[in-house]
Nanobody, 123 residues
Framework: VQLQASGGGLVEAGDSLRLSCAAS????????MGWFRQAPGKEREFVAA????????YYADSVKGRFTISRDSDKSTMYLQMNSLTPEDTGVYYC?????????????????WGQGTLVTVSS
C-alpha cells in the first residue's frame, strides 16, 4: 500500500486545514486507516482513525470535537478536517494503513505509512 499525505501548511490559531491521504496499491475493505502526528522533540501520537468498511471512527481526546476523519472510497482517499487549530496541534502528520488493526490508537498495529505533511499553527 502506498500512502501520500498532503494538505499541511502554516496557519494561525483558530484556523482550519484539511489533510488528505491518497492510498493506492490494493483494495481497502476491512482496512483501518489512521492519522498520527509528531511534534518537535516529542513522540509520535495518535490523532484519529477510521475503519474503511463501516466507517467507525476513533479520536484522541485532544482533538475530539475539533477534528473529523472521513474517507472517500471512490477516490481511495482519507481526510482529516481540522478546525479550531491551536499551536499544540503543530507537527508532522502521518497517515497509516493496516489490514489487521485491533487497537487503532496504537501505531505498531499499522503496516504502511505515508511520508508526512507538516502542520504549523502560529499563536
Amino acid at each position: 500500500v502506498q500512502l501520500q499525505a498532503s494538505g499541511g501548511g502554516l496557519v494561525e490559531a483558530g484556523d482550519s486545514l484539511r489533510l488528505s491521504c491518497a492510498a493506492s496499491g490494493r483494495t481497502f475493505s476491512n482496512y483501518c486507516m489512521g492519522w498520527f502526528r509528531q511534534a518537535p522533540g516529542k513522540e509520535r501520537e495518535f490523532v484519529a482513525a477510521i475503519r474503511w468498511t463501516g466507517q467507525r471512527t476513533y479520536y484522541a481526546d485532544s482533538v475530539k470535537g475539533r477534528f473529523t476523519i472521513s474517507r472517500d472510497s471512490d477516490k481511495s482517499t482519507m481526510y482529516l478536517q481540522m478546525n479550531s487549530l491551536t499551536p499544540e496541534d503543530t507537527g508532522v502528520y502521518y497517515c497509516a494503513a493496516g489490514a489487521i488493526v485491533y487497537f487503532p490508537m496504537t501505531g505498531t498495529q499499522y503496516d504502511d505509512w505515508g511520508q508526512g505533511t507538516l502542520v504549523t499553527v502560529s499563536s
